[in-house]
Structures are given as C-alpha cells and as structure tokens.
C-alpha cells in the first residue's frame, strides 16, 4: 500500500491514548504542543520534494524501558526528576512516522507485546510460530529481551526488522558476541549480533550506528514568517538556568554556582520532596512541566551544566531559545574505563565534556566548555558570555525538517534482512582514505570535513583498495578484527575483514592505519 505525508496526528493519539502512565502522558503532551510545527514541516517537505510517496510499513513502536519492572521504576520517577530524554526521542519519532504515512502500533505492555506477536498456544509444549505482521519493530535494549522471550524462535528469524533505540550507542567490537567475549568488550548491553546501522542514537555518536536524534525547542513559534521576527523577541533577562533536575546531580559543584551567582541571578528545577539542600541564593521553581522549563530557558542567559547529565537534550533546547551553554571540561576524558554511568556501555567513546556534540558541533559562542575547579576560567568565561550577544541557533539535523528527511532516508533505503551487499548509498558516494596509525575512520574521514559510511566498507575489503592507495602488500590476511580493513607498516602487511558485522569507523589502535570509507556528510 503507497502512503504519503499526513496532515493530522489523529491516528496517533489514538495510539497513544493510555494517559495513566505518567511516561506516555509525558510524550503526549510534547505531541500536542509540538503538532502545528510537524504539520508545517511535512506540508513543506510534501511541496519541496516528489518523492514522499513510499509503501507503507506497518510499524511497532514498544520502549522496553517503560514495560515491565524496569518500566514501573521509570514511571515512578517521570514526575521526579527521572531521565526524559528517552521520551524526548520516542514523542518525536512516533510523531515523524505518523507524518510520513506510516501505520503506527504503539505499546508498553509485556503481555500486550505477546498477542501481538507471539507465538500462538499449540498443542502441548509446542508453540505455533505466527508470521510476524510488522515490518518494523522499534524498541530498545531492554525491549529486546522482551521480544526474544515472546517470538521465541521467530527472534532471530526477523530480528533484521528491528531498530534499537540506543542513546549513548553500540560500536561494532561489542555486538558481535564471540569476539566481544575473546577481546575485552563484553558488556552488559551489546552482543545480540544486529547490524550495528540497526542502533539509533540520540546525538551523531559513531557512524557505525544510525544517528535517529530528536527535534528542539524553536525560538519563533512562527516557522514561516522569520521575517516578522525582530532582535527585541530575543531580549534575555540576567539570569542562569542550572541543568540537573535531582539535587545529587550538584553535590561537589556549589564553588562553581556560586561564582555564576554573583553575576547572574540563578534559577534551578530540582526535584524536592524534602527540604531543600540546594544554596539558599538559588531559585528553585522544582521540576517543571517541559512546557514552563522551556518557558524559563526563553527568558535566560545562560544554560549551566553541572557535569551530568551526559549528552541529553536540553543543552539543544536551551541553545535553540537563545541561551549560552556553559559546561564542565573533563579532563581526563570519561568513559566505560573510568566512568560509573559509561561502564559497561558497549562504547569506547572519551567523553570530553558533558556534551560532546555541543562542545564539537556547535562551539563558541554558544557553548563554552571550561576547567569549573578553576574560578578565573569561570569568571572570564561569564563575563565574556555576558558581554556577547547570542542569536538562537537551531543545527538542522534537530528541525522537524531535518529528522523527517533522515527518517524517511532510513526508512526508505536501510534493508538489513536482505543479504546482498547494502547499495546505499551508492559506490560513487567513496572517498577513499588512508588513516596514520592510531586513528579511527570517524576522526579520519571528519578531519577531510566528511563522514565516515560503514556500508562503503564492502568496496574497500579487496586487495585493489591497498594497491589504489599505493599500498605495497607483503602479505596479505583475512581475519576476524574491527580494526580491518587496515594496514601495518611493519612488515607492511595487509589485513582484509572476515566478518562484516566487524566493519567498525570507530576503531582505532597503534599499530593499525585504517582504510576508510568516507563520503560527503549530508
Ligand atoms: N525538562 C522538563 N522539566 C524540567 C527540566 C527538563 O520537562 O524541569 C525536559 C527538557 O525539556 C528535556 C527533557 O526534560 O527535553 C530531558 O532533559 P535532559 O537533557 O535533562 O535529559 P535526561 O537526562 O532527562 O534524559
């Protein structure tokens, strides 16, 4: 069945209509303040390119964090300063599919996930499998393990239907299980052999994964009239917003408050159920509905990251309506190796600030990343930010535009159940480079202002890639290693990749220079 851009959001409140889970009443209410932006921006990508017709899937949406035990703690803590940016990414992808046509199932019930695709009572201990009628399941990691317990052996069979909502990201080492277990990156998550183009991430992590992202705040509500919009509209009062809605999350940072204090006025939305334990100069408005939060960050300054949360989304927002983000360096970096909350995720990303891809991606002026143990840096840093006027700025990957377009690309063009060698993009697409040693082809491929495109790997693993890199091989292997298609120059040997769930942009080591497969990033 062909579909096309949809003008109403009807059929998915009807999806979505469990209004006693506080979590589903969260992703409702951001739908229906967002609409009219998503309804505009289908109405343009509708005008402004011929093909949004596609055939319609039948999709499953079922966030595993929100069923089950672990679904009943998340619930708990929705209305108590408890991770949101999930249902961030989960309102907007559902709104984005129902926009793009498509047939949307929406769940958070275990037993309701068993009628709708396990397998049938058979006779005695024999369960009948059904087919399965979804063409896509999207989930998360713990969901996962839920779909694993109801298809039973059907899992495997359409597991190449699944997209994993993965926020922080899964690199290639550790999702291939025997070699994840033989080399060190077993985790607590990874190892259920996907295509790792199967994760979705939140932020543009590793290539290796397929960056899903959300939609921000937007400082006009008037998308189509930025010519109405005058300076004045960004008038900021003198005040901070401090990011961290828990009071744990200030523990040790009250020296670095306290110098932003003293020039701004200082605003917070902590949870407290008790008495409060936040400096008595603070003013703490308690957790706001995302609405009001928003309302708050318009009128302030600037945005101040504590150092956690990592890489959420109201850092996005907050920049989107104006504010300067103002950020903790790390140094050393954090990450699996040293790092509680990183530990055990299957990455090896050094994490070098609280927002990496607001320290990398957007920078100054908006985002400054400063040593917060050293007060002059402080100092110099808002007295610089305060004297600087900051438009509200809005990368395009997080407009309704944006993610619409890369939905509909993925949608479109990602088939990870057929077995022949991915066409998209095209072989055209190759930009061929040789890496120096100790470098991965993420930070190859971006130093040459491109992107690194695992599904280009199959078109570089031949000894003619060496050769048209002017390679001398003395010997040449196929093995089982993230780190090949590579090269060493001692004893110049040539290593191709055995198995293609192992092609990886993000590895890198000292002893290998990575032949990479970038292209040209949009
Ligand atoms: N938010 C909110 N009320 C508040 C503070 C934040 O609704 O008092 C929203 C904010 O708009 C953002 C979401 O919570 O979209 C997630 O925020 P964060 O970046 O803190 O990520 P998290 O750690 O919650 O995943």
Same mark, same amino acid.
């Given at each position: 069945?062909?579909t096309?851009?949809?003008?109403?959001?009807?059929?998915?409140?009807?999806?979505?209509?469990n209004?006693?889970?506080?979590?589903?009443?969260?992703?409702?209410t951001?739908?229906?303040?967002?609409?009219?932006?998503?309804?505009?921006a289908?109405?343009?990508?509708?005008?402004?390119?011929?093909?949004?017709?596609?055939?319609?899937?039948?999709?499953?949406l079922?966030?595993?964090?929100?069923a089950?035990?672990?679904?009943q703690?998340?619930?708990a803590?929705?209305?108590?300063?408890?991770?949101l940016g999930?249902?961030?990414?989960w309102?907007d992808?559902?709104?984005?599919?129902?926009? %793009?046509?498509?047939?949307?199932?929406?769940?958070?019930?275990?037993?309701?996930?068993?009628?709708?695709?396990?397998?049938?009572?058979?006779?005695?201990?024999?369960?009948?499998?059904?087919?399965?009628?979804f063409?896509?399941?999207?989930?998360?990691?713990?969901?996962?393990?839920h779909?694993?317990?109801?298809?039973? %052996?059907?899992?495997?069979?359409?597991?190449?239907?699944?997209?994993i909502?993965?926020?922080?990201?899964?690199?290639?080492?550790?999702n291939?299980?025997?070699?994840?277990?033989?080399?060190g990156?077993?985790?607590?998550?990874?190892?259920?052999?996907?295509?790792?183009?199967?994760?979705?991430?939140?932020?543009?992590?590793?290539?290796?994964?397929?960056?899903?992202?959300?939609?921000?705040?937007?400082?006009?509500?008037?998308?189509l009239?930025?010519?109405?919009?005058?300076?004045?509209?960004?008038?900021?009062?003198?005040?901070?917003?401090?990011?961290?809605?828990?009071?744990?999350?200030?523990q040790?940072?009250?020296?670095?408050?306290k110098?932003?204090?003293?020039?701004?006025?200082?605003h917070?939305?902590?949870?407290?159920?008790?008495?409060s334990?936040?400096?008595s100069?603070?003013?703490?408005?308690?957790?706001?509905?995302?609405e009001?939060?928003?309302?708050?960050?318009?009128?302030?300054k600037?945005?101040?990251?504590?150092?956690?949360?990592?890489e959420?989304?109201?850092?996005i927002?907050?920049?989107?309506?104006?504010?300067?983000?103002?950020?903790?360096?790390f140094?050393?970096?954090?990450?699996?190796?040293?790092?509680?909350?990183?530990?055990?995720?299957?990455?090896?990303?050094?994490?070098?600030?609280?927002h990496?891809?607001?320290?990398?991606?957007?920078g100054?002026?908006?985002?400054?990343?400063?040593?917060?143990?050293?007060?002059?840096?402080i100092?110099?840093?808002?007295?610089?930010?305060?004297?600087?006027?900051v438009?509200?700025?809005?990368?395009?990957?997080f407009?309704?535009?944006?993610?619409?377009?890369?939905?509909?690309?993925?949608?479109?063009?990602?088939?990870?159940c057929?077995?022949?060698?991915?066409?998209?993009?095209?072989?055209?697409?190759?930009?061929?480079?040789?890496?120096p040693?100790g470098?991965?082809?993420?930070?190859?491929?971006?130093?040459?202002?491109?992107?690194?495109?695992?599904?280009?790997?199959?078109?570089?693993?031949t000894?003619?890639?060496?050769?048209?890199?002017?390679?001398?091989?003395?010997s040449?292997?196929?093995?089982?290693?993230?780190?090949?298609?590579?090269?060493?120059?001692?004893?110049?040997?040539?290593? %191709?990749?055995?198995?293609?769930?192992?092609?990886?942009?993000?590895?890198?080591?000292s002893?290998?220079?990575?032949?990479c497969?970038c292209?040209?990033?949009?």
């Amino acid at each position: 069945k062909k579909t096309g851009i949809r003008t109403s959001l009807s059929s998915l409140y009807e999806a979505i209509s469990n209004t006693s889970s506080p979590a589903v009443k969260f992703i409702r209410t951001r739908v229906e303040r967002m609409s009219e932006r998503w309804i505009q921006a289908g109405l343009k990508m509708r005008q402004s390119s011929n093909k949004t017709v596609s055939t319609q899937m039948r999709v499953l949406l079922y966030p595993g964090a929100l069923a089950g035990n672990v679904g009943q703690h998340f619930e708990a803590m929705v209305e108590r300063g408890g991770p949101l940016g999930e249902l961030v990414q989960w309102a907007d992808l559902s709104v984005c599919l129902t926009i %793009l046509g498509h047939d949307l199932t929406f769940s958070t019930s275990k037993h309701q996930l068993h009628s709708l695709i396990g397998a049938a009572p058979g006779r005695g201990s024999c369960p009948i499998q059904r087919p399965l009628t979804f063409d896509l399941i999207y989930t998360d990691y713990h969901g996962l393990a839920h779909l694993q317990g109801a298809m039973g %052996l059907a899992f495997q069979h359409y597991q190449c239907r699944f997209r994993i909502l993965d926020s922080f990201g899964t690199e290639p080492a550790f999702n291939f299980p025997s070699y994840a277990r033989s080399h060190g990156f077993n985790t607590l998550w990874g190892s259920w052999s996907l295509q790792p183009l199967q994760y979705m991430t939140m932020f543009p992590h590793t290539p290796d994964n397929s960056f899903l992202g959300f939609v921000s705040e937007e400082a006009v509500k008037k998308e189509l009239r930025e010519d109405e919009f005058k300076p004045e509209g960004y008038k900021k009062d003198k005040i901070a917003v401090v990011y961290g809605k828990q009071d744990y999350m200030w523990q040790g940072k009250s020296g670095y408050v306290k110098v932003i204090s003293e020039e701004l006025e200082t605003h917070a939305t902590v949870y407290q159920p008790h008495p409060s334990t936040l400096p008595s100069f603070i003013k703490n408005h308690g957790l706001l509905t995302q609405e009001h939060f928003l309302g708050l960050l318009r009128r302030a300054k600037v945005f101040v990251g504590l150092g956690f949360p990592y890489e959420g989304p109201a850092p996005i927002e907050a920049i989107a309506l104006g504010c300067v983000f103002l950020q903790p360096k790390f140094d050393p970096p954090h990450s699996s190796e040293n790092n509680d909350f990183y530990k055990g995720k299957p990455t090896t990303r050094q994490i070098s600030s609280q927002h990496p891809y607001a320290e990398e991606f957007i920078g100054k002026p908006y985002v400054w990343t400063v040593n917060v143990t050293n007060k002059t840096d402080i100092q110099e840093a808002v007295k610089a930010i305060l004297s600087t006027e900051v438009k509200p700025f809005t990368p395009q990957e997080f407009t309704c535009v944006g993610m619409l377009e890369r939905v509909h690309g993925y949608i479109t063009h990602q088939n990870f159940c057929s077995k022949s060698v991915p066409t998209w993009p095209p072989e055209s697409a190759l930009r061929m480079h040789l890496g120096p040693l100790g470098q991965s082809c993420i930070s190859v491929c971006r130093r040459s202002s491109l992107l690194c495109e695992p599904a280009l790997f199959y078109h570089l693993n031949t000894p003619a890639a060496f050769t048209r890199l002017g390679l001398a091989c003395s010997s040449t292997v196929q093995e089982v290693n993230h780190m090949f298609p590579s090269y060493s120059p001692w004893g110049r040997r040539c290593g %191709l990749q055995q198995e293609p769930l192992l092609f990886s942009c993000a590895g890198s080591d000292s002893s290998h220079r990575r032949l990479c497969p970038c292209r040209a990033t949009i």
